[in-house]
């Protein structure tokens, strides 16, 4: 069964609570690395890298993560209120998709690292990274580790709420125009 826009032309709520879920997501993470940045260390598991690469491939991954906080959200309010269209609407539904994904990836994959090495099943855990190398630490407290699995969980609920969105955005119905006036 098709979802129906409503009469305003905007998103109906099965689309728009999760977009705004999505975009809350993002706000929060964005507001994360801004207080880190800021010198904050609550929630920070491990030493956060500097604000400037070193090389050009560490200039474009920064810039590619940095983008990815405004168009994220771009996407998600645009759904939210019904704006895509035509290839915005292509587009906004590509960038939930592949934001469902890439946060799902990162956080089921920080999760299984972290469990295989608190377990001892893989001492450097499934990266290869000791607890030194991914917290830069050589001894992190209890505190650190659970900040890890936490920021790890984090990301896999994003990739979740970005999922239930791509998932009731895929069969939306474009909304029709509103009318001017």
């Known amino acids: 069964m098709r979802a129906r826009p409503s009469r305003s032309g905007r998103a109906d709520d099965r689309v728009a609570w999760p977009a705004y879920v999505a975009l809350a997501w993002i706000v929060v993470f ?45 996407a998600c309010l645009a759904i939210a209120r019904g704006w895509p269209r035509g290839r915005l609407r292509r ?14 990836l990162r956080g089921a994959s920080g999760l299984v690292d972290d469990l295989t090495r ?13 607890i030194e190398d991914a917290t830069g630490m050589a001894h992190p407290s209890a505190s650190v580790l659970w900040s890890g699995r936490a920021t790890d ?20 119905p474009a909304a029709a125009p509103t009318p001017a006036g």
């Not at 994360?32 to 604000?51: D, I, K, M, S």
């Not at 070193?54 to 983008?67: D, K, L, N, P, Q």
């Not at 608190?118 to 000791?130: A, F």
């Open 118 to 130: 608190s377990i001892g099943l893989l001492p450097d855990g499934i990266t290869g990274l000791s």
């Open 30 to 74: 964005f507001a994360f690395h801004v207080y880190w940045y800021a010198g904050g260390t609550f929630g920070r598991g491990g030493v956060l890298p500097g604000l400037l690469p070193h090389s050009v491939i560490g200039w474009i991954f920064e810039v590619a993560i940095v983008s990815a906080f405004p168009i994220g959200a771009w």
């Open 153 to 172: 969980a984090y990301f896999f609920a994003g990739g979740l709420a970005f999922g239930r969105l791509a998932w009731r955005y895929r069969n939306r």
């Open 91 to 104: 587009l906004a539904a590509f960038l939930v998709w592949f934001g469902c994904a890439l946060l799902t």
